[in-house]
């Protein structure tokens, strides 16, 4: 008995007729390997590396027909004949590809995100489990890290710790140092979704030194910085921000001109989009017409997300809340989906309209606040909470005369610094009296 040949499945593939394609690739997996005619060790291993390509090629039919059922069933199957005939480092593989197939379900377009993670972290957790019965002790890890990764995505950010605090001490004991940054940063990243600011810039830091010990590749590095940009804007310090989203953004840069996928590019727009944000909240809006004729970021100058900063860096330019307001109604998608922006636009929206009432209320030294409402387009109450904050603060000195309606702006007090002189030599003085008391004491 001759081996079926896996041609004319691929054959049947590319010319667009699935139904043929897979009942072929069917046929070569249910070859049945205690056959006496495939005893020999030479005709195994071609039968398993034609099995091996069964799977791919029937993969790749079910992504294409977007069936996750039947990839679900492959995933199955496939777990049941490799076990105990395949290699370790195939089986591995394969795996990986299978659940590659099944997580780029969530972009099939009737797809849902939240059934593809469901249906991934299952069968996620599916082959942690016939690793753990086949003593696949590497691949159980790697699919570990995959699972606290999903879950990550999910937002059961507790669940996705509960995985990685054991694989940590794992890590530690095996000396992996590279799977060790991975799951350190993933802590980071949990850890920061749950508020924890003081946990995540440890586990930052934990990251950093095991990366530090190892040649630490460009994405990863792209992924520290970034993180570590995001901790520090979190802190408003957006200064030192930017260089880390700049070094971010220009090892995200170097790893696309290896391997220009889509997935590193939408990391780079992201990048760049951080980088014009700290431009903005620092106030320097000159230095973001300056970064964008830089010639790394030309090939981004035309996506919506660029068009979506630069309008918010001109409202706030123009210290104008009108069209801050337009650009979150115009590019609500590239401005409110992604939370780091969203939470630094909502202090941008505080900062923009004190901005803009003091903009309104600077050539007057008495204004009604019906006319301060009717220029802004907002609220009474919105506007009189807001000037009684700022009063309070000392953003500028007045007072809010509610019976007549009106706001009464002063000058800025001038600080007579002698005051301060004489309660400080006061002060002084009093000090050496009682001194001087103390020692008189000893002497009685």
């Known amino acids: 008995m001759s081996l079926p040949s896996i041609q004319d499945a691929n054959d049947a593939f590319q010319s667009g007729d699935y139904a043929k394609a897979e009942s072929l690739y069917n046929n070569i997996l249910d070859i049945d390997t205690s056959n006496t005619s495939f005893q020999l060790r030479s005709n195994n291993e071609k039968l398993i590396n034609l099995k091996e390509s069964a799977i791919v090629g029937l993969s790749k039919i079910y992504d294409a027909q977007q069936d996750s059922t039947k990839l679900s069933e492959l995933v199955d199957k496939s777990l049941n004949l490799m076990r105990g005939s395949f290699a370790k480092s195939k089986t591995a593989k394969i795996v990986k590809l299978l659940l590659d197939k099944v997580e780029s379900s969530q972009h099939w377009s009737n797809s849902n995100l939240n059934e593809s993670l469901k249906l991934s972290i299952a069968l996620t957790e599916k082959c942690i489990s016939w690793s753990i019965d086949e003593r696949r002790t590497f691949l159980q890890q790697s699919l570990k890290i995959r699972l606290s990764l999903l879950y990550y995505n999910k937002g059961n950010y507790n669940e996705s710790l509960s995985i990685i605090q054991p694989l940590i001490k794992e890590f530690k004991k095996l000396d992996d140092k590279t799977s060790l940054v991975d799951v350190q940063l993933l802590e980071c990243k949990n850890y920061f979704q749950l508020k924890n600011i003081p946990k995540s810039r440890a586990s930052l830091t934990s990251a950093r030194t095991s990366a530090n010990a190892i040649y630490c590749p460009s994405t990863t590095q792209a992924d520290l910085d970034l993180m570590s940009g995001i901790l520090n804007a979190n802190d408003k310090d957006f200064k030192t921000a930017y260089s880390y989203f700049f070094e971010s953004f220009e090892n995200y840069q170097l790893h696309e001109s290896k391997l220009n ?156 610094e002698s005051y301060d002189f004489s309660l400080e030599i006061i002060k002084h003085m009093s000090n050496a009296v009682d001194l001087l008391y103390e020692k008189a004491s000893l002497l009685n």
């Open 261 to 416: 996928t889509e997935t590193d590019n939408m990391k780079s727009v992201k990048v760049l989009k951080y980088m014009i944000l700290c431009k903005i909240m620092n106030s320097q809006i000159d230095d973001i017409n300056s970064l964008l004729k830089q010639k790394s970021v030309q090939p981004f100058l035309h996506l919506k997300d660029i068009e979506a900063m630069k309008s918010v860096s001109m409202a706030y330019s123009n210290r104008s809340l009108k069209d801050l307001e337009n650009s979150l109604k115009t590019y609500n998608k590239e401005l409110t989906l992604d939370p780091i922006i969203r939470s630094h636009l909502s202090d941008l929206y505080d900062s923009l309209f004190q901005k803009n009432l003091l903009k309104l209320i600077e050539p007057y030294s008495c204004i009604e606040i019906n006319h301060i409402c009717a220029m802004i387009g907002l609220p009474k109450d919105v506007i009189e909470s807001k000037l009684s904050n700022m009063i309070l603060d000392k953003v500028f000195y007045g007072v809010l005369d509610q019976g007549n309606g009106w706001l009464i702006i002063y000058d800025e007090p001038v600080k007579d």
